[in-house]
T-cell receptor, first 112, second 111 residues
Framework: GESVGLHLPTLSVQEGDNSIINCAYSNSASDYFIWYKQESGKGPQFIIDIRSNMDKRQGQRVTVLLNKTVKHLSLQIAATQPGDSAVYFC???????????FGKGNQVVVIP | EPEVTQTPSHQVTQMGQEVILRCVPISNHLYFYWYRQILGQKVEFLVSFYNNEISEKSEIFDDQFSVERPDGSNFTLKIRSTKLEDSAMYFCASMRGHEAFFGQGTRLTVV
């Protein structure tokens, strides 16, 4: 089973550099994936989503990549800013089921 | 921009007491959810609610939990007899399509 604990994987990144956050999802039936950002003391905030019929989707400064072969999802943040410091969660769901299954978070710390 | 609002922001309660966490979802959304997040851990699904009834619940959502939409705008989560392990952030969400909008959460501390 999964291990849980109080320590999140942490990515420290220099302001202005690009960040890449990775996520392995578990359900091969999942067909919709979302990245959420959670700032301290706040609820998860939608960043970007991707359907399983795509392998890449771009937003403003963010890109999500999906590799269904290895059940891997990544989030790339371009030109990381101090306001990007947060915990990032991937979530998965599948058609006909609106329940979100969240992955473990990744802490991003932006160094000014 | 419409948002999901939750009250209270922080609730401290004694073990064994009942608590009610309140949420006002976004008005034209049809699906409502409760999730919880134990400190430092991932967000976990509790229950989904559609058309005035529970559509799905997780194994966490046992008989001590209940949800209600008493008046067409509020959406509540009741925990009948709180345990220490119920201490967590509880997030309400409402959904449009596949996009879930989360509230700021209620931090429940059971002592």
């Amino acid at each position: 089973g999964e291990s849980v604990g109080l320590h999140l994987p942490t990515l420290s990144v220099q302001e202005g550099d690009n960040s890449i956050i990775n996520c392995a999802y578990s359900n091969s039936a999942s067909d919709y994936f979302i990245w959420y950002k959670q700032e301290s003391g706040k609820g998860p905030q939608f960043i970007i989503d991707i359907r399983s019929n795509m392998d890449k989707r771009q937003g403003q400064r963010v890109t999500v990549l999906l590799n269904k072969t290895v059940k891997h999802l990544s989030l790339q943040i371009a030109a990381t800013q101090p306001g990007d410091s947060a915990v990032y969660f991937c979530a998965e769901t599948f058609y006909g089921n609106n329940r979100l299954a969240f992955g473990k978070g990744n802490q991003v710390v932006v160094i000014p | 921009e419409p948002e999901v609002t939750q009250t209270p922001s922080h609730q401290v309660t004694q073990m064994g007491q009942e608590v009610i966490l309140r949420c006002v979802p976004i008005s034209n959304h049809l699906y409502f959810y409760w999730y919880r997040q134990i400190l430092g851990q991932k967000v976990e699904f509790l229950v989904s609610f559609y058309n005035n009834e529970i559509s799905e619940k997780s194994e966490i959502f046992d008989d001590q939990f209940s949800v209600e939409r008493p008046d067409g705008s509020n959406f509540t989560l009741k925990i009948r007899s709180t345990k220490l392990e119920d201490s967590a952030m509880y997030f309400c969400a409402s959904m449009r399509g596949h996009e879930a909008f989360f509230g700021q959460g209620t931090r429940l501390t059971v002592v």
